[in-house]
């Protein structure tokens, strides 16, 4: 390999890009996607006993989010991949996602089964807008329209033409590894931010010509006091079995089960960022979409993998996403926060899942016993410890 192409293996010749390890395995093949998505896709409804389990988002409290605590990390989960992040007066918006359904069709593809939490006229003003790929769940037009111009926009590369075609200039693309550093335009000079783009095993692609030919990626954010890990959407490993899915949109504590414990290679990338820029004081990282698993695996890690992640990139304490929101793969609704509480015996504090959208959680390293465990508010009536009182309004 010539030395120009060092750190490049994710570039291909066609001006693509590629997951350069042997964790992706084989890509499923294009009849085979086809077949699954037209054929094989468990399209049942949300039955009205997950609803009721979900229940409603709670009432947003705007103050919190128009007056975050000086000194802590604030994180606001909207549903699915998009959190509202503030810390060190900083307002970061991931993969933001406003619309009903996520597809190139307002009429067809999945629609959202948990309202969002509040509108997008309610967000404070963000600074700064950050994008893991060009998938319609993760980046969404009438979102990005209605935020407008004003935000920076950080993306991976290859996605700026889109933001232009839009309209939207204030956009910086990066390759992974490439980093970013971020003022604020008013000139406050205690308001920095350093982004950087780091690898994920996924792909890309908004329609059937498209295919990798736009980059994915995870994001560093570290402002003067926090550091922040938001995973995207990702693969760890590439399980060629089937090996878990008990059927039903219900799963139990008795009828879940787990990925076996196979020796697979995983992504090292999750390793190779916690080197760099670990420890995080928080990890927003996806626990959902995985299930067929020997489909998805290259592509969407288990809840086990997210936990792998958790303890690989060094994060103080993680957040679940990537589910609860839009039906995308077979598994039960309910199933991946179960999952991570059943994997997460050594220390449940350290992985969080918020099961209703807007909560708030106040990330204060001072004060860590508030956060002490997972909670499922409506999960069989179960109320475990709420997280902060003062934000759960
Ligand atoms: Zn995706």
Redesign the pocket.
Known sequence: MGSESVGKEHHTAAGGFRNPWPSYGKRPSFLSTMKFFMFEMDRSAVSEEVKQRLGAPLKTNLDALANPPVGALQATWVGHATFLLQFDKLNVLTDPIWSDRCSPSTIVGPKRFMPVPFPIKDLPPVDVVII??N?Y??LDEATVRALGNKPLYLVPLGIKSWFTSLGITNVVELDWWQEHQFSAPDGDNSKTLRAVCTPCQ???GRGILDRDKTL?CSWVLESPSKKVYFG??TGFCSVTKDSDHPGGDVATRETISYSKKEDLPVCPSFAEIGKRFGPFDLACLPIG?YSPRHFMSS??CSPEDAVAIHIAVNAKRSIGMHWGTFKLTDEAILEPPLRVEKVWFLNLSDFMNIILASRCVNINMQNVSKFLHIFYDNYNGTKYCPLSKEFAT
């Open positions: 893991s790929h998938h769940d993760h996924h792909f890309s994915w995207g959407d979409a592509i969407h």
